[in-house]
């Protein structure tokens, strides 16, 4: 099958679109974290580091939720191809 220059475009578009997604459901909660954990640590000082816990914790976060995003995904072109595959058999 051949694209054209308009199909071309837009799935360059989508694809770009997809890894700003991705790339926003990890950062956020990481930066949320810095700047919660300086909030506390400025207003209510603890023998911890708050920024550094909830620095590790939104990292976590943030990993996890790439981690399902992708893992959707990944379900979603499985069973993209499953039906491909299915209906070509038929």
Known sequence: MIKNKNQKETNIWQ???QVWDLAWVTIV?????VFGGQYLDRNYPAGFSWTLSLLVLGAF???YNLYDSLMKESKKMEKKDKDKNGKGNN
């Not at 909660?29 to 974290?33: D, R």
């Open 61 to 63: 976060m943030g990993f």
């Open 29 to 33: 909660p990481i930066i949320l974290g």
């Open 15 to 17: 694809n770009l679109g």
